[in-house]
């Protein structure tokens, strides 16, 4: 590997990296030596790109960094076109289209040797079993989870009971045949998860729910973990 590409790597590296991450650990994912790290985090701090850490201890990039626009590797635009595809398949109708779009997009942008790689990739997404129709407004479901705020849902389970739920939405999850919201239920106080095709009525409130979304969503993952590890 150049070491103009060593560098670049390590930007991509600790831009993905939730945490400070040790040069060793860098030195086993691009196959070189820890004493090169060394050198090319110095290089690079030396041409200001604000990379934080110490020997030992981790490195991390400092939020706020920007690099110009680079083109995708034939492995980054199959990953895209994948995804993309997955989803304009399985997600809701707004996110399909977005998904459609963003292919053209990538299509478009790609320069002519790595065109195939988009027209003709060697990974499919597989298409839904079976249409689901979602009875809420997705679109208002995203934006209630991204400002935090609370949602009244009348929710029919498997044997047509309806409850009605004051839940802080965490986030959706796209399975093959359905989509799950994921929130804290008032009424239960515990995280539920509600098919998004089983919600009867939903009523988007605008109040904030009292605690940060960030925190809750941690909160969430939390919980999996304990009840994968039961």
């Known amino acids: 590997m150049r ?15 939730p945490r400070p991450i040790t040069a060793d650990a860098i030195a086993a994912e691009l196959e070189t030596s820890k004493r090169s790290i060394y050198r090319d985090i110095a290089t690079l701090i030396g041409q200001r790109v604000p990379i934080r850490g110490e020997a030992g201890v981790g490195y991390m990039l400092e939020g706020g960094f920007d690099m110009p626009p680079l083109m995708l590797t034939p492995d980054e635009i199959e990953v895209a076109m994948l995804g993309a595809q997955w989803v304009s398949r399985h997600g809701d109708p707004v996110l399909a289209r977005a998904a459609a779009d963003l292919m053209a997009k990538i299509e478009a942008a790609v320069p002519e040797d790595l065109r195939p790689v988009v027209q003709r990739p060697a990974s499919v997404a597989p298409p839904r079993p079976r249409a689901v129709e ?20 009348t929710y029919r389970d498997e044997q047509g009971r309806e409850t009605v739920r004051s839940v802080w939405p965490v986030l959706i999850a796209y399975f093959d045949n359905a989509r799950t919201l994921a929130a804290w239920c008032e009424m239960r106080a515990d995280f539920r998860h509600f098919r998004t095709d089983r919600v009867v009525r ?7 729910y009292p605690e940060r979304p960030a925190a809750l969503r941690a909160r969430w993952r939390k919980s999996l973990d304990r009840a994968e590890n039961c």
């Open 3 to 17: 070491r103009a590409d060593r560098l670049f790597q390590i930007i991509q590296i600790l831009r993905r990296a």
């Open 134 to 153: 979602d009875s809420i407004d997705m679109v208002a479901l995203r934006a209630a989870i991204h400002a935090g705020h609370r949602l009244y849902l």
């Open 202 to 208: 939903a009523e988007f409130t605008g109040e904030r």
